[in-house]
Nanobody
Framework: QVTLVESGGGLVQAGGSLRLSCAAS????????MGWFRQAPGKEREFVAA????????YYVDFVKGRFTISRDNAKNTVYLQMNSLKPEDTAIYYC????????????????WGQGTQVTVSS
């Protein structure tokens, strides 16, 4: 099990950028696939991006491809989500997620969740 703590959210204008960080505690971080989900007001939580334990494979939902980049630094037990060209529809709470048994795109596959960080994009 890992404990996940997100940071880096905030208010940004449309077209701007933010970088989210997720710091993990626990010796098994390097064995975890990591990723991000988001939940907008009144909507279900949805998959955004994931990265394999080695960082060698990444996965994105179509509406963030070319704008968001997921990466990880296993030496720092941290996963990142670089978000560029932000749009008002990207406004949501962003949740860090981890899974011991490989990459994921579904909520039910997640072993551990962070508490979330708010991202607000103004038009």
């Amino acid at each position: 099990q890992v404990t996940l703590v997100e940071s880096g959210g905030g208010l940004v204008q449309a077209g701007g950028s933010l970088r989210l960080s997720c710091a993990a505690s626990g010796r098994t971080f390097r064995s975890y696939a990591m990723g991000w989900f988001r939940q907008a007001p009144g909507k279900e939580r949805e998959f955004v991006a994931a990265i394999s334990w080695s960082g060698g494979s990444t996965y994105y939902v179509d509406f963030v491809k070319g704008r968001f980049t997921i990466s990880r630094d296993n030496a720092k037990n941290t996963v990142y989500l670089q978000m560029n060209s932000l749009k008002p529809e990207d406004t949501a709470i962003y949740y860090c997620a981890g899974r011991l048994m490989g990459v994921f795109t579904r909520q039910y596959e997640i072993d551990d969740w962070g508490q979330g960080t708010q991202v607000t994009v103004s038009s």
